[in-house]
Structure formats: structure tokens, C-alpha cells
């Protein structure tokens, strides 16, 4: 059945400050795509990074659009129009309002990071499963919806994409909501209209800065989840990270905290073993924990088993447990799940284990890289290859800094050489690593006298460090879209190899 409004009553729902040919007509839908428009609905002129909505009202009219959001009136075109401040807020308002305001009637749990994002939310979404919630998720890999699932397009849908998704949650009788909140969809306004009951803020590394335009617009961006957190809302916060920590004393929300190297806040992670790059630690609950429903928990502690590897991994467990306790789930749901959650792809994935190990890893900036090689630092292995995909059209300023990073943690692990690639055939023409960045990438390596055998294409990088690793030995398939076939092209080789051997 076709919802239909009112469009004065909707419009109620955000500040109009001036209106040209204005009347009170039925809407039958929103759209900001003018080639998506259809017959009756209200058009939003969305002015976005690249283009500009309003330079399409006019396609957008022509397909059915009877009434237009603007930000400046467009005299030419016949229909009537609105004018708002900001089109972006209007527009999640406009969807809030449409759709029900769904997302009050869900438990909303909003995590942001620059690493781990996406592992700490299906982390969660795995335990509140377990523990018998009907769930939905939303995040850079897919949109569930208790149990379909739809590829997502990005990482956080635009606002009037995200309220649908929402009022269908609801409708279906989702209760709580995992969702991955991005700098960009802060920024842009997407999630204005939802409130979240818990939002979680792991950590914080350089990453983003062409889109922001400096690092501290983006942490103001990523932080805006934390500080606007209401005062009936809980805020997770990693007490190890230093930007993450600064927001304790920033928001209304009450405040649970999680930490390796401290025993100041609520959890705190003691008697870590990762041996085998798989974690096994004992939480310590420091502090009672209000959780759903009224309940307290009570100081006390218990062990936790990781199924999933790395130092990294730990961390976005701290989080989820946090998220978990607070939303009621008992210690028993969280470690059952927790020993048995296989992780997301290419997150410090083991893909191979038998006479040596291969791990690939999304090695994307500093942050990532040094979470990832400190995990090194606690694994019992005999040698260590380093395959890197020099990361393309990010400039020199990123590779720079991945250079150094990667240079700093091969001299604590006692390393003097890597191999890298360019994988000119296995990225597409966005991701095509330039002259410039390999030159930034080789100085830096050449500064620390670090020696680099650079390979054009990936499988030969690949088949390299297969050539020489010995029983025992470890190989890490390291980077983002350079190495994404990765995995794929190492599993293929040894296959080979096996059959060759027979």
C-alpha cells in the first residue's frame, strides 16, 4: 500500500524559511535521484561532493515530481519549491517523518572507528543473534534485515535510503540494530534524524584526509556520534586510544569505558595470551554496569577465547562485550559466541595453515598497520614475509605515512626486507598506484635501508614469498584494493603447486 502525506504536515518536520508557489498537494514518496523519481513524490536537491541536485529538478519534474526541497529557488520551474538551510538535514528529517520515525522503536547501537568498524559491528550483531534478539545490521559489507541480507553501497546509506531500510527493520520486528557509522555520513548529515541508544568510539588514526581536508575535521566528523549522544544513551569508549579517551568528559551520554593498559574504567582486559594469533584473555568487569531491563553487573570477571586472530581483534571484542553487557546478554551468550564468530573477510584473516602460515589483512593506514604488525610481536612463528600492496590513489601523503609505519614496525620486528607490488592488473583505474606514490613509498624504505623487491603484478609478489617460505614461517598478504585478490591468488598457487607435486 502507497503511503501518502500531507506535504504541510510533512514539512512540519524541518524549518522552512521561504517557499515560492506554495500549496498544500499529497506526496506520495521522497526521492533526491532525479532519474529514480516517480509520479507524485517530493524531490530533495541534494548538493553533494561532485554535483549538484538542483541543476536536476527540472529531470526530476518532468518524471512526476509535484513539490521540490531547495536551498534556492529555481523561478523557472513550476512546481512548488521550499527553501531549507541545509537540504541534506531536511532531508533525513523529511525521511524520519515518512517512513514513522522507525528507528524509535528499535534499539539503535551506532559504532564508529577508523579500523574495525565493520568487524566490531558484526561482532556484536553475532552476540544480540545469539542471544536470541531478532536483529538488523548496516554496514560497508551488507544491510541485514533480521534474515535477508542486501550488498550495501555504502558504508552508511544516505538518510532517506537508511529510513526505509529502517521502517522495514521495524515493520519485520527487528529490536536492535547494529550499525556502522562513517565520517562521511556524519558530515553529510545521513544519520541526523536517529537516535541512537548506545554508540561506541574504538579509534581514531589519519585516514579520509582528501575528503575532511585536515585530520582534525575528521575527528570532529567521527566525534559528533559522542558528543551528540543524548543523555538517556550509553557512549563505549576505548580508553587506550587517546582520541577515543578525550571524549569521555564530551558527551551526556553515560559513559562505559574499555582498556588494556588501564584498570581507571569499566572493563579491563588482563592475562592476554595470542601466542597463536589467536586471542585468549580475561575480562574484568571494574565497575557495575547498568544494563537493559534495570538489571546490574556486578564487578567481577571471565575468560574470553577468540576464534578470530590478532591484537585488533581484542579490541573491537572489548567493545562488543561492552555493547552486549549492556543490552542485557549474559556472560555465557558473549564467550559462547565470541569462541565460535569467524570474523570478516580480510581482517587479519588466516587463510592458510599448514606448514606455514599466510594471513591477509586489509592493511589500510597507520592505525591498521600498527595494530597488525604488534599482533606479530606476540605470535610464535620462525621467519616473517611481508607482501604490500603500495596503496593507489591516495597520494603521497598516505603512502608516506603507511611507509613509515610499516618501516618502524619491521625494525622492531627485526626485518630488513618486504616484498611490493603495484597490482597494475588487479585494480581498477580509481585505485591505479601512480610513479609518485611507489617513488614516496621506495624513498622511505631506501631512508631506513630497507630493501624492497617491487613487482608491477600481484601473483608474482605473491608467488614470491611462497618461493621462500619454510615450515614454520609466516606470510602476510597486506593491503587494501592492490591486495584484495590476494588471498585468492595464494590459495591458487599452493593448490597448483600441490597438483604439480602429485
Request: hydrophobic content about 40%; some cysteine; proline content about 3%.
Amino acid at each position: 500500500m502507497t503511503t501518502k502525506f500531507q506535504l504541510q504536515q510533512l514539512l512540519q518536520e524541518t524549518t522552512v524559511t521561504e517557499a515560492y508557489q506554495a500549496g498544500d498537494i499529497e506526496v506520495t514518496g521522497i526521492s533526491y535521484h532525479s532519474q529514480k523519481v516517480l509520479p507524485g513524490e517530493l524531490f530533495v536537491c541534494i548538493t553533494g561532493y561532485s554535483t549538484d541536485g538542483h541543476r536536476y529538478l527540472g529531470d526530476a519534474v518532468a518524471r512526476g515530481a509535484v513539490a521540490a526541497v531547495v536551498e534556492r529557488i529555481q523561478p523557472a520551474i513550476n512546481v512548488p519549491q521550499y527553501v531549507v538551510p541545509n537540504s541534506r538535514i531536511a532531508m533525513a528529517q523529511l525521511a524520519s517523518a515518512f517512513y514513522g520515525h522507525p528507528a524509535d522503536r528499535m534499539k539503535m547501537i551506532g559504532i564508529t572507528a577508523t579500523n574495525g568498524k565493520t568487524s566490531t559491528t558484526y561482532m556484536t550483531n553475532a552476540i544480540l543473534e545469539q542471544h536470541g534478539f531478532k536483529t538488523g545490521m548496516i554496514g560497508t559489507v551488507v544491510i541485514k534485515i533480521d534474515e535477508e541480507r542486501i550488498p550495501s553501497e555504502l558504508t552508511t546509506p544516505e538518510s532517506l535510503d537508511l529510513q526505509a531500510y529502517l521502517k522495514q527493520m521495524a515493520d519485520r520486528g527487528v529490536t536492535h540494530v547494529s550499525m556502522e557509522v562513517s565520517s562521511a555520513a556524519q558530515e553529510t548529515h545521513r544519520v541526523e534524524s536517529v537516535g541512537y541508544d548506545i554508540v561506541c568510539f574504538n579509534n581514531l588514526s589519519r585516514e579520509h584526509i582528501d575528503s575532511h581536508g585536515t585530520f582534525e575535521n575528521y575527528f570532529a566528523a567521527k566525534s559528533r556520534l559522542i558528543r551528540e549522544a543524548g543523555e538517556n544513551s550509553c557512549a563505549v569508549l576505548n580508553l587506550d586510544d587517546g582520541y577515543a579517551a578525550s571524549l569521555v568528559t564530551q558527551t551526556r551520554a553515560k559513559v562505559v569505558t574499555f582498556s588494556m593498559q588501564s584498570r581507571e574504567g569499566t572493563l579491563h582486559c588482563k592475562d592476554l595470551d595470542l601466542s597463536t594469533g589467536r586471542a585468549k584473555f580475561t575480562v574484568e568487569i571494574l565497575k557495575p554496569i547498568q544494563a537493559d531491563g534495570g538489571a546490574v553487573i556486578e564487578p567481577g570477571e571471565f575468560r574470553v577465547e577468540l576464534r578470530i586472530p590478532g591484537l585488533h581483534s581484542v579490541y573491537n571484542s572489548m567493545a562488543a562485550i561492552a555493547i552486549a553487557l549492556l543490552c542485557g546478554v549474559s556472560v555465557a551468550t558473549i564467550q559462547e559466541t565470541l569462541r565460535t564468530f569467524g570474523g570478516v573477510e580480510r581482517r587479519f584473516e588466516f587463510i592458510h595453515e599448514d606448514a606455514f602460515t599466510i594471513i591477509d589483512d586489509h592493511f589500510a593506514n597507520p592505525g591498521n598497520i600498527d595494530v597488525t604488525l604488534e599482533t606479530l610481536r606476540y605470535m610464535d612463528y620462525e621467519n616473517f614475509h611481508l607482501v604490500y600492496a603500495i596503496r593507489g590513489a591516495r597520494g603521497p601523503i598516505i603512502n608516506r605515512e603507511n611507509a613509515e609505519s610499516i618501516v618502524k614496525w619491521l625494525n622492531r620486528l627485526e626485518k630488513r626486507e618486504l616484498i611490493a607490488t603495484r597490482s597494475q592488473s588487479h585494480v581498477n583505474n580509481h585505485n591505479t598506484v601512480s610513479d609518485e606514490e611507489v617513488d614516496v613509498f621506495l624513498d622511505v624504505m631506501n631512508e631506513a635501508g630497507i630493501e624492497v623487491k617491487l613487482y608491477s603484478e600481484l601473483p608474482e609478489a605473491i608467488a614470491t614469498a611462497l618461493s621462500q617460505a619454510q615450515r614454520g614461517d609466516l606470510i602476510l598478504l597486506a593491503g587494501c584494493q592492490g591486495m584484495d585478490p590476494g588471498a585468492e591468488i595464494a590459495l591458487g598457487l599452493l593448490a597448483n603447486e600441490g597438483s604439480n607435486e602429485g
